[in-house]
């Protein structure tokens, strides 16, 4: 009883902390002072007002956004030609390109940011949304590789020759046979690539052109150079924003795939 | 003549490019700034600047104290951030693998939930937090206060791998043990703990290397105190301007990495980079 006790206090405990700045950020929002830390007598929805007049934070959020979602359909597209071209490869060029595929997951964030830098200068065409999507993609489409490989290794084989020898072209067994039974892989790398690209700071600071922004810089802008609390209290209401659209669509995500695992086991 | 026609395997050749081009490429580039300096009589031309092969580079960083001391702070901090993490999740994981109350995860949704806000949003509410708690207005704190940002940030990275690991625990093991007339005690050191060591390995593997590198924790969070190896290549490159002393540690962190991956590697027969995002979708 005791022990029991004691474990389920450890894990209400670690959640509070877990939980307790992005609450503090929630309760703020709500609250017209400009610092963290003093209550204002004003409270409302007024910072969610600001919010959305600032035209540099929705901006910024536009950006965001859709980078993360070209840069994650590229990875996706790299990703699954590099997955099957590597599982139908020989093993010795299947070896190769998948230790190379491992460097950027390994490698320090920071030096994959420099490299690219580098390289783009290289190339001549300096710090452009061009250098920020290769940025991305380099980041996320190892992440679909790993995420197609399981499923080419799950499918039948037989499947491919049998479209070949009923008289399909190459490119359509491809089309018709391989991708549909590799969609779930390329669709779940699909989404860790959008998770990743929106998270990510270093690599898009040090790739993307001077007058962009996105959340993870800005924020970073106003928060590490801005002295003590944010210069910008209406990152607050985007915090919570966030928060809330996250929750419901980890929510979704769930009972989603419970449901599909009911119906698995029913059969 | 054959004709060419197309097959699966010819899809590698683009993807070996791309990975040629943007991946092996940058960082050969690397070595190649990393070995040279400005030299307006150098007698190589890299991207329009006359440069000449040195190992200044090195033996400037390696000469300057300040640098040996962030070397030590970047490992200091990651260390001590990794086993504080460590040390929370073990227990946490085990309790979550063991619990009723954790049907089809539910409860360990709850622990990967905040991994879906955004790092830098993330970090800069601990910075709130320990403000408005009046943590971070004395200097003293600094380097306590970035280890807290840390082991907050990257707590959910060290859950996954050991709840993965011990939900697949088999209980007759443990029970075998007992039978046997171990004690608890030794039953974890010598049965539990060893079982588990895979998921120590990918959660010591998740955590260390960021925690060494990226400074958003500590540049949020350290009010301008803790400085980390991935911050001094940041600023040989935004404020110093010098790309080749940058390159340089960058490449001592290459090094460092790579010796890393490998003794890792001897830990584990799993095919080893699947450890960052694994288990999150």
Redesign the interface.
């Known amino acids: 009883m005791v022990k029991k006790l004691f ?1 389920g206090g ?2 209400i405990l ?2 509070l ?6 609450m ?2 929630v309760a ?1 929002s709500f609250n017209m002072s400009r610092e ?2 003093i209550w204002s007598d004003e409270w409302g929805f007024s910072l969610y007002g600001e919010l959305i007049r600032n035209e540099d934070i929705m901006m910024t959020v536009a950006n965001t956004f859709i980078l993360a979602i070209v840069s994650s359909v590229l990875s996706s597209v ?1 990703g699954t ?2 997955a ?7 093993q010795r ?1 299947r070896k190769a ?2 230790g ?13 940011a ?6 783009c ?2 190339f001549a065409f300096g710090r452009s949304y061009a250098s920020l999507l ?1 940025g991305h ?2 980041l996320t489409f ?2 679909v590789v ?2 197609v490989m399981p499923k080419l290794k799950q499918m039948d084989n037989n499947l ?1 020759e049998a479209a070949l020898d009923l008289g399909a ?3 359509k067994a ?1 089309f018709t046979v ?1 991708i549909p039974e590799i969609l779930p892989g390329i669709l ?1 790398g699909f ?2 690539a959008i ?2 690209s ?2 990510d ?2 690599i898009t600071t ?1 790739t993307k052109p001077a007058t962009f922004d996105t ?3 800005y ?2 802008d ?3 150079r801005g002295g ?3 210069s910008v209290p209406a ?1 607050r209401a ?2 919570t924003i ?2 809330i659209f ?2 419901l ?2 929510v979704i995500r ?1 009972v989603i795939s ?1 449901r599909k ?1 009911a119906k698995k086991e029913r059969k | 003549m054959k004709t060419l ?12 490019l ?2 040629a ?7 050969l ?2 070595i190649l ?1 990393a070995f040279t300096k400005v030299d307006p009589n150098g007698y190589i031309t ?2 329009g600047v006359k440069v000449s092969i040195t190992f200044e580079n090195f033996i400037e960083f390696f000469s300057k104290s300040s640098n040996i001391r962030v070397l030590f702070i970047s490992f200091g901090l990651a260390i001590v951030t990794t086993a504080l993490c460590l040390v ?1 999740s073990y ?2 994981a085990y ?2 693998a063991k ?1 009723k109350l954790n049907k ?1 995860g ?2 360990l ?6 991994m ?14 320990l ?2 708690i009046g943590m ?2 004395t200097n003293r704190l600094s380097f306590v206060n970035t280890v807290i940002g840390m082991v ?1 940030d990257y ?1 959910p990275f060290t859950i996954m791998p050991l709840y993965t690991v011990m939900i697949k625990l088999d209980k007759s093991l443990i029970e075998a043990s007992a039978d046997l007339g171990a004690k608890p005690a030794s039953t974890f050191l010598r049965v539990t703990l060893p079982l588990t060591v895979p998921g120590i390995v990918s959660a010591v593997t998740m955590v260390l ?2 925690t ?5 924790v500590s ?2 969070l350290g009010n301008g105190n803790v400085t980390i190896i ?1 911050k001094v ?2 600023s040989q ?1 935004s404020t110093v301007f010098n ?1 080749h002393a ?2 340089a540690i ?1 490449m001592v ?2 090094v460092i ?2 010796i890393t ?1 490998w003794v890792t590697n001897k830990f584990t027969d799993d ?7 694994n288990g ?2």
């Open positions: 474990s450890y894990v670690i959640l902390i877990l939980y307790a700045p992005i503090l950020l703020y963290i830390g790299l030609i590099g099957i071209g590597m599982f139908y490869s020989k060029a390109l998948n190379i595929t491992q460097i950027p997951i390994i490698n320090a964030e920071i030096v994959t420099i490299s690219i830098a580098l390289v200068t290289m290769i993609v380099v190892p992440f790993l995420s491919y072209t190459p490119t491809l391989i779940s989404l860790l998770n990743l929106l998270d700071y270093i040090f959340i993870s810089t924020v970073f106003a928060y590490a003590k609390s944010s990152l985007l915090s966030i928060f996250m929750i669509f980890v769930y419970n695992a | 026609r197309f097959s699966r395997k010819h899809l590698g050749i683009p993807y070996a791309f990975l081009l943007f991946v092996v490429f940058p960082l580039l690397i700034y890299l991207s929370i227990p946490l309790i979550l619990s089809n539910v409860l949704l709850l622990f990967i939930l905040p879906w806000i955004n790092f830098v949003l993330r970090t800069a509410a601990m910075k709130e937090l403000f408005a971070y207005s907050y707590l290397l960021p060494t590198t990226s400074y958003v540049d949020t991935g290549i940041e490159f790309w940058g390159s960058a962190l290459l990495i790579f991956m095919d080893g980079g699947s450890a960052r995002g999150l979708w």
